[in-house]
């Protein structure tokens, strides 16, 4: 059966974008092609990229979007060769990970040919809609047509336990199964190597502390309040220096604040970088990973700064806090600027037990994708088969 298995993967964004989940696809993809049969992604358009990736892209026409660039709004619905184009991927089984146009479009594509539908629940969407809608009414009708979605699937995956709790409080009745995110960095053979090469990538000194913020710059993701704490933590770490790798439409917003706060000389904005090996460098000279977001689910990059032994100070409660046990591989903070201030401040001054929590933070939080796509694999197979058996008894 494995070599004849055909899955296609559909979601609202892909290359050259990057951000958690557009990980997860392109690791999906990358890795059921060489363990179970050929995997495709279905994604909109993203004019003037030039696809290097071994594996099929079906693209769709996508128009900007004001409130989130570079994210792009899909239209599948606008490309009329696209269904005959799916058509002779010949799949076997649809994977959304998204619940808007590809999601709706690969929910079409299994119901029309009988194929079965797995969708993942990645992210928090009450609040990116109401970022982008202005009537809360509105909001709310779209919120049932997600649920509905997940609703219509034959699974919906989580990446960890707590996450199902965001989709219950959207009214979601169903049946969850968790299936872990990975990471597709190994362990360093040589951390100071690393450590040394993301020095000179940013420009810092060997006595800097460094605080690392990796990922899109949106204020979903609490940058604002995270640039208010750390006044508090450069008055108490006077080597102290924060550094935000990426890009979002909240960049100015945030350099603003910055300068208003006396910051700008402390804080380097990097930028993306797009070269896996560089960014883990990157990971590898940050002392401490600073993630105060109560909108992430379940961040990849907390585990890939685990990779480099590079430890995160999260919010207590938040759902990306599930992995993390406080004091032993990662810190929590109440959700105050000034007890999130004192939590880092106090990790970067004890060296020795800061070293001892990224050991355990790379011990217990790094899976490879290798790993997790194997348990995919044979999820998927279980899902054929079961499907397979109930054909056999409605006939």
């Not at 299936?179 to 362990?187: A, L, S």
């Not at 913020?213 to 220096?241: C, D, M, T, Y």
């Not at 910055?258 to 804080?267: D, E, M, N, P, T």
Request: charged residues 25%; neutral net charge.
């Amino acid at each position: 059966m494995e070599s004849s298995v055909s899955v296609g993967l559909f979601n609202d964004s892909f290359t050259p974008i990057i951000d958690g989940v557009t990980l997860a696809v392109r690791n999906y993809a990358y890795w059921l092609n060489r363990i179970l049969g050929p995997a495709c992604v279905v994604a909109p358009s993203a004019p003037f990229h030039k696809e290097v990736e071994d594996f099929p892209i079906l693209r769709f026409p996508s128009i900007p979007t004001f409130v989130h660039p570079p994210y792009r709004v899909g239209l599948p619905g606008l490309d009329p060769s696209l269904r005959g184009r799916i058509g002779k991927r010949r799949l076997s089984l649809v994977h959304a990970h998204s619940p808007f146009g590809a999601g709706r479009l690969a929910l079409r594509v299994a119901r029309e040919s009988g194929l079965p539908i797995v969708a993942t629940f990645h992210s928090k969407f009450r609040d990116n809609l109401r970022l982008a809608i202005p009537f809360e009414r509105i909001v709310e009708a779209e919120m049932r047509k997600i649920v509905d979605f997940y609703h219509s699937v034959d699974e919906v995956w989580v990446p960890q336990s707590s996450v199902e709790d965001a989709l219950r409080d959207y009214g979601y009745r169903g049946r969850c199964e968790v299936v872990e995110n990975g990471i597709d960095y190994g362990i360093p053979r040589d951390l100071e190597e690393a450590r040394d090469r993301g020095e000179e990538i940013l420009g810092l000194g060997r006595g800097d502390s460094v605080g690392l913020f990796v990922g899109q710059h949106i204020l979903e993701k609490n940058l604002e309040f995270l640039i208010r704490s750390l006044p508090a933590i450069v008055r108490r770490v006077p080597s102290f220096r924060m550094v935000f790798v990426g890009q979002g439409c909240a960049r100015p917003r945030l350099e603003a604040l910055a300068a208003r706060l006396g910051l700008s000389a402390r804080i380097l904005f990097h930028g993306p970088v797009d070269d896996r090996k560089e960014l883990g460098a990157i990971y590898a000279r940050g002392d401490i990973f600073l993630l105060p977001s109560l909108w992430d689910n379940a961040p990849l990059v907390v585990r890939e700064a685990a990779a480099f032994r590079t430890p995160s100070a999260l919010l207590s409660g938040s759902t990306a806090a599930e992995v993390i046990r406080d004091g032993v591989n990662g810190y929590l903070a109440e959700a105050r600027e000034d007890a999130f201030a004192a939590v880092v401040s106090r990790a970067l001054g004890d060296r020795r037990s800061l070293a001892a929590v990224g050991a355990e933070a790379q011990r217990t939080l790094c899976r490879s994708w290798e790993d997790v796509a194997r348990e995919v694999r044979d999820r998927y197979l279980d899902i054929l088969s079961e499907k397979g058996s109930r054909a056999k008894g409605a006939a």
